[in-house]
């Protein structure tokens, strides 16, 4: 079970600390307080049909991985309870869905309007098609950094069966190269899973030496996700491709890496990435395709780094 989940943790504070944002971050602690998921959430989730899934799976290993439905499989119980009325793809991680007693942390964005809710707890119930979540944590994001388009229905890469392998190939490199989207997932020993997106222009996620990196944007400056990778190095990422239906998933560790601010590769000024090390790689079909993509007018430029 989580600790008392009032205020930031051990990580959120060291980053925070690091980064000079402390007393920017303590304002918004109120973020951080019991969820609240109706009203506004409840329709918001309701309206969704893609979200991301942050878990472990029986072997221990951090996955983060699609989930999609028809619009209502996101059904708010009260306050505190999210019904999920659909499970991973079988074929790939988490699969069978996430353990009973489980953490868990889910990500629902709505790419056409640029808004994301996040919803962190403990699986309480699970069941042949979906699951249950125990709320601890729940709230919404600002816009940034999401690229607009419509999320559509679609069968994916016909019937291609998953592909399994411990270290990057040139085409997941190639598919990571060329993403503006990603969802990262990290954990707290003790305050639990998390899902994050990530966004930026096509070449913002360098592969080099079979290892990924990111240079960390402006935000809200709360650091959920930096936070937990410096409590746990545990991480997972999904690139989901919109145009082929291609679900890419990586689990392994990360490491947040400081640099002098403005160096090559620092494309949003912070002095600050995060290094990703994939131990097992995972392709599987997204039953969503997208369309008619706007970029978020304020993505950094890419700048060039000798090693990406």
Do not use: K
């Not at 994301?116 to 042949?128: D, I, K, S």
Request: hydrophobic content about 40%; aromatic content about 6%; some cysteine.
């Amino acid at each position: 079970m989580r600790t008392d989940g009032t205020g930031f943790h051990d990580g959120e504070l060291a980053v925070q600390q690091r980064a000079g944002v402390r007393l920017q971050a303590a304002r918004l602690t109120g973020m951080l307080a019991a969820p609240a998921l109706t009203g506004g959430a409840r329709q918001f989730l309701a309206g969704r049909e893609l979200a991301a899934l942050t878990a472990r799976d029986a072997a221990g290993l951090l996955w983060t991985v699609p989930l999609s439905g028809p619009a209502g499989f996101l059904d708010v119980v009260d306050d505190a309870t999210l019904d999920v009325l659909a499970l991973p793809a079988s074929d790939g991680p988490l699969g069978g869905g996430p353990e009973r007693g489980g953490q868990v942390g889910l990500i629902a964005v709505d790419f056409a309007r640029r808004r994301r809710f996040r919803v962190n707890g403990t699986v309480a119930a699970t069941g042949p098609t979906g699951f249950c979540v125990a709320a601890e944590q729940a709230y919404g994001n600002c816009p940034q950094y999401i690229q607009r388009r419509e999320v559509l229905p679609g069968r994916g890469s016909a019937a291609r069966a998953a592909e399994r392998h411990d270290t990057l190939d040139e085409a997941d490199a190639g598919l990571i190269r060329a993403a503006d989207t990603f969802f990262l997932g990290t954990e707290h020993p003790t305050r639990g899973a998390d899902a994050s997106h990530r966004g930026g222009e096509p070449g913002f996620v360098r592969v080099a030496d079979g290892r990924v990196w990111w240079p960390d944007y402006p935000g809200n400056n709360m650091f959920n996700s930096l936070g937990n990778i410096a409590a746990d190095g545990s991480a997972a990422l999904l690139f989901p491709d919109f145009g082929t239906g291609t679900a890419l998933q990586l689990s392994g560790e990360a490491v947040v890496e400081w640099t002098e601010p403005g160096a090559p590769g620092d494309d949003g000024g912070t002095g600050r990435r995060v290094g990703f090390t994939p131990r097992r790689v995972v392709r599987t079909v997204m039953p969503v395709r997208g369309a008619g993509t706007i970029r978020y007018p304020h993505n950094p430029p890419v700048t060039r780094h000798p090693a990406a």
